[in-house]
């Protein structure tokens, strides 16, 4: 996926009510309940019908490195779709998001103003508004620059306007060289 759709996804997950199963011949157990058999499994994960019956039956217990991260991330996908929508729906209406981000921010603004972007590690609550658009804009299927632009306008907003307070006359901020960027609910 990408920085910013695993990190809205991370957010989501410490929502969770109850840890995901671990093995993976659990991790196979809930997948073949989910998809409702074996042949659908083994075509989500690519594998024979047969390996996933084995799996199934703890008859193979450890997996490859390549299956086991596409068995943790089906699983995750998957995992208790109600909390997760939940979480997302109380964060888009009245909760908001926090961003903590390591990267150059600056901005463009008129002649002669301090616009240089530099190296800022900022932690920002985010209103509910920008929550909603990035959740949105990510089950929309929206790539890593558009999410980046989101989060970029949230950035502006609360951190450089204060919430229409002073800064007015920005135009653009500029959200580059990110180093880390990590959500919480």
């Known amino acids: 996926m990408s920085l910013f759709g695993d990190g809205l996804e991370a957010a989501v997950q410490k929502a969770f009510t109850r840890p995901a199963p671990k093995s993976a011949p659990a ?4 997948l ?4 409702k058999g074996t042949k659908a499994v083994a075509r989500t994960l690519g ?5 996933v ?8 217990k450890k997996p490859r490195p390549d299956l086991a991260a596409r068995l943790e991330r089906e699983v995750m996908k998957r995992w208790q ?17 926090i961003i903590d ?18 190296i800022r590690h900022l ?16 089950e929309a299927g929206a790539g890593e620059r558009q999410l980046q632009r989101i989060a970029a306008e949230g950035l502006k907003e ?22 880390h960027v990590e959500f919480d609910l």
């Open 81 to 97: 779709p109600q909390v997760r929508a939940r979480a997302r729906r109380t964060a888009a209406t009245t909760g908001g998001i």
């Open 32 to 35: 073949v309940k989910q998809l």
């Open 101 to 118: 981000t390591r990267a150059r921010i600056g901005y463009t603004a008129p002649v002669g103003s301090t616009d240089d972007a530099r």
């Open 158 to 179: 609360v951190y450089f306007q204060d919430s229409g307070r002073r800064a007015g006359q920005l135009e653009e901020v500029r959200f580059t060289d990110i180093e």
């Open 123 to 138: 932690t920002i609550a985010l209103p509910p508004q920008f929550a909603a658009r990035l959740f949105d804009a990510q």
């Open 53 to 60: 019956e084995r799996y199934v039956k703890d008859q193979i």
């Open 47 to 51: 594998i024979s019908q047969r390996t």
């Open 27 to 30: 991790r196979m157990r809930y």
